[in-house]
DNA sequence: CGATTGGGATACCGATCAGTATCTTGCATA
DNA sequence: TATGCAAGATACTGATCGGTATCCCAATCG
């Protein structure tokens, strides 16, 4: 592919994408904190002036970080209204499990969220909290419908439900960030499932059996 | 009641557990990294020197408030094998609630932990989970035993379902430090409550139904 | 080809903080 | 009462870091 010549603007954003990617690499490895302007461009062989000519201060260049990387947890098991709660949400389980392998993405999320927290960033929190509910709310909206449509009995109203749900995704990740060998998946998959409640809660009459699979 | 004369030890301890006290406050209010040990000595009215002469570092000095406030959570709701399982968790989750609300514990614990993953710092966090597991840990040796003999069938073994405590107690904590208002408490019991995986909270043993597995 | 412009380097400032060295002072003991 | 010692104050160092001002140089453009 021919290397078209290189504007001003296309460098810059190049530059701009680079001290992306290795902030967002060394705020993961190394904490948010911990993780000084020099050493982010260092690690791209610039130098501090360099990232001050793409972002104000630190404070936006983290901002951008987690705008770019805090795409919220898959929430589409969630939302597959075709299948009965408990398998949704095995399948969401199966999927925060998957996204702690890959690590960095939720790994990031948890990162800033700390961050805010320990900095007891009232208006950080708030951005954060309602960014990780986005997705989770699309699922309260037809948790409830769904739900009575179905005859199932979940244990929580729809926003108790996504105030757990939240509670179960953080507990996860944390969990895995201390101790990874302490979570095994079936496990994992185990705890969300049992959100649903149980199935065969004997106060409604039933045609399909839910614990087939 | 007669004022003994101080000793030059009595002293030294005196300011030594003010200088632990002012110490978590403030981890607790601002985090462990934004805490100088200067804003420490000054809230008691001394200053820096005051602490070093009691504390050779400021990693010391983390260390022996880690040492001093972590009491683990309060199990005892866990051991009472004279209840059911699901009604032991609610009660271990009412208590997870209370200690919210008293607040600095708990708290203080989550930030420890926060501030261990933060830096990475491996040896921390091994010790930190230790103390952690310790309390879990009598459950579990009693957890297997117990259910066997009041036919209770929970859905985990025994690691997993400390694992799976240490998930959950840790979701509400930093739920609860991220957005105290999406948490009530009937939610948070039941929360707990289900992972007993049996929805009908007896309120005495029963002798058990025949069920499908 | 020369002027301009902007990306990036360099050097520096001010603040903060952990840690240290040294002095002061008041209490305990002889 | 004299004195020695330790608790605590004071002052300083060195390092780090966020942020800024300024300079350099090469790519762009008239």
Redesign the pocket.
């Known amino acids: 592919m021919p290397r078209r010549?290189?504007?001003?603007?296309e460098?810059?954003l190049e530059?701009k994408t680079a001290i992306l990617d290795a902030a967002a690499r060394l705020f993961v490895r190394n904490g948010i904190e911990?993780?000084?302007?020099?050493?982010i461009?260092t690690r791209i062989?610039?130098?501090?002036?360099?990232v001050?000519?793409?972002f104000?201060?630190?404070?936006k260049l983290i901002e951008a970080v987690a705008e770019r990387y805090s795409a919220p947890a898959d929430v589409a098991p969630l939302l597959r209204a075709d299948l009965p709660l408990a398998e949704r949400l095995g399948l969401f389980g199966r999927g925060v499990c998957a996204a702690l392998q890959g690590a960095s993405r939720l790994q990031l999320l948890l990162d800033f969220e700390y961050a805010v927290y320990a900095r007891r960033n009232k208006q950080w929190a708030r951005r954060i909290r309602e960014g990780d509910n986005i997705a989770l709310r699309q699922f309260a909206a037809q948790f409830h419908a769904v739900n009575i449509a179905r005859h199932e009995r979940p244990p929580f109203v729809a926003s108790e439900f996504v105030a757990m749900l939240s509670v179960a995704v953080r507990g996860v990740v944390q969990q895995f960030a201390l101790d990874p060998a302490s979570l095994r998946e079936p496990a994992v998959e185990k705890f969300f499932v049992l959100l649903a409640g149980q199935p065969e809660h004997p106060t409604r009459p039933r045609t399909p059996r839910p614990r087939s699979r």
């Open positions: 010549p290189i504007t001003r603007a460098r810059k530059t911990a993780t000084s302007i020099d050493a461009a062989g610039l130098t501090k002036g360099a001050y000519g793409s104000a201060s630190k404070q």
